[in-house]
């Protein structure tokens, strides 16, 4: 099992920076792969970035260029650097844990974190 938890969400302006945290315990991002993905209210849970075993990465267009995600394999923390937000941006973020399979699909991922809201006023 792998437990995931996120934080640092919250109610910040457009262009303003936020960095979200995902601690994981019971299994390592040195064998699951981190995801990130946000979904607002009606829609389906989309894909925000990834990073791999290999410290490959991977982003939506959408947040490519200002997001950036990283991991500390020592605290086993992965982050999601949120630079120049956008209102729609705003959703509830999760950071996921994945064996195998495509990154940018939901499906792929094994675990899930509970959420973090991020709120982006305009």
């Known amino acids: 099992q792998m437990r995931l938890v996120e934080s640092g969400g919250g109610l910040v302006q457009a262009g303003d920076s936020l960095r979200l945290s995902c601690a994981a315990s019971?299994?390592?991002?040195?064998?699951?792969?981190l995801g990130w993905f946000r979904q607002t209210p009606g829609k389906e849970r989309e894909f925000v970035a990834a990073?791999?075993?290999?410290?490959?990465?991977q982003y939506s267009d959408s947040v490519k260029g200002r997001f950036i995600v990283s991991r500390d394999e020592v605290k086993n923390i992965g982050y999601l650097q949120m630079n120049n937000l956008r209102p729609e941006d705003t959703a509830v973020y999760y950071c996921?844990?994945?064996?195998?399979?495509?990154?940018?699909?939901?499906?792929?991922?094994?675990?899930w974190g509970q959420g973090t809201r991020v709120t982006v006023s305009s």
């Open positions: 996921a844990g994945r064996y195998a399979g495509e990154a940018t699909l939901p499906v792929s991922y094994d675990y």
């Open positions: 019971g299994r390592t991002f040195g064998t699951y792969a």
């Open positions: 990073l791999d075993w290999s410290g490959d990465t």
